[in-house]
């Protein structure tokens, strides 16, 4: 089977992890699912059980909040590379806005690097930020564009793309 690369946007509570949690059962695979998410709260924690209570036992769990880069890099080295599910861009831009610019730049750059090279399957969940409305403040506004830059690069060196609109997968590319 091909390594398929995919990416899957939408906006709040489209339905983008669901699909890309569909696609991941689908395929037949090993599967670990790559947390973003830091629980910092007590809304977070409730969301990332909900999402722990949904995936199948079977999956495997590895959290990283910033060096998605040196993650895929070990996924990498495993002879038969598992699919990987990450989930999601959003949070894991925001994490690295926090982290600073040097940060930020350093492991965005690695992570397209890494992405190219990795052998097996994965899915990108990511959200669509280009719908909306202009952000009001500076940080909201550099959110935006730093992710929707992001999903256009993602979008450039994955095989397939979709977005979940409303629970209902449209096909961008692929």
């Not at 946007?9 to 569909?22: D, F, H, N, V, Y």
Request: proline share 5%.
């Amino acid at each position: 089977m091909s390594a398929i690369h995919t990416l899957v946007l939408g906006g709040i509570r489209s339905g983008k992890t669901a699909l890309a949690e569909r696609i991941a059962s689908a395929a037949g695979l090993p599967v670990v699912y790559v947390a973003t998410a830091t629980a910092d709260d007590e809304e977070m924690t409730r969301r990332v059980a909900r999402h722990r209570q949904n995936r199948p036992p079977e999956w495997g769990l590895a959290e990283e909040p910033l060096k998605l880069a040196s993650l895929l890099d070990g996924y990498t080295r495993e002879p038969q590379p598992s699919l990987l599910l990450v989930d999601c861009m959003s949070l894991w831009v925001s994490n690295l806005l926090f982290a600073g610019d040097e940060v930020f730049a350093h492991e965005r750059a690695a992570f397209l690097r890494a992405l190219e090279n990795y052998p097996g399957q994965i899915v990108i969940v990511s959200n669509e930020v280009g719908l909306g409305t202009i952000g009001m403040d500076p940080l909201t506004r550099r959110f935006c564009d730093e992710l929707g830059w992001l999903n256009q690069d993602l979008a450039a060196c994955c095989e397939r793309v979709l977005m979940s609109v409303a629970g209902l997968p449209q096909t961008l590319k692929g």
